[in-house]
Nanobody
Framework: QLQLVESGGGFVQPGGSLRLSCAASGFSLDYYLIGWFRQVPGKEREGVSCISPRDGSTYYIDSVKGRFTISRDNANNTVPLQMNSLKPEDTAVYYC?????????????????WGQGTQVTVSS
């Protein structure tokens, strides 16, 4: 069974950093499109970033460009999301998801596998 587990969430002051990690069991992340999404109560889930399986192409939503970095740690079978210069509006539950598309897109329906989420809170 394919399972994804997020870790690294927590509480941080504005301007701080967090490093989220998406770990897999039962399959190698190398062959999957991996996306990071976030959701706040009352709003739709938002695609934050993703990394393609073939050439490592990445996508970032405009609001996180220059602050967030997605990468692959193939040795540990994880996909980290480094989040710097965090803002209160980054507060959300962050989810990682896996799909089979080769294109770096964050359309949720392309991701059949989801983790349980990790809370990120940015506040002074």
């Amino acid at each position: 069974q394919l399972q994804l587990v997020e870790s690294g969430g927590g509480f941080v002051q504005p301007g701080g950093s967090l490093r989220l990690s998406c770990a897999a069991s039962g399959f190698s992340l190398d062959y999957y499109l991996i996306g990071w999404f976030r959701q706040v109560p009352g709003k739709e889930r938002e695609g934050v970033s993703c990394i393609s399986p073939r050439d490592g192409s990445t996508y970032y939503i405009d609001s996180v460009k220059g602050r967030f970095t997605i990468s692959r740690d193939n040795a540990n079978n994880t996909v980290p999301l480094q989040m710097n210069s965090l803002k209160p509006e980054d507060t959300a539950v962050y989810y990682c998801a896996a799909g089979r598309s080769i294109l770096p897109v964050t359309t949720p329906k392309l991701y059949p596998y989801w983790g349980q989420g990790t809370q990120v809170t940015v506040s002074s």
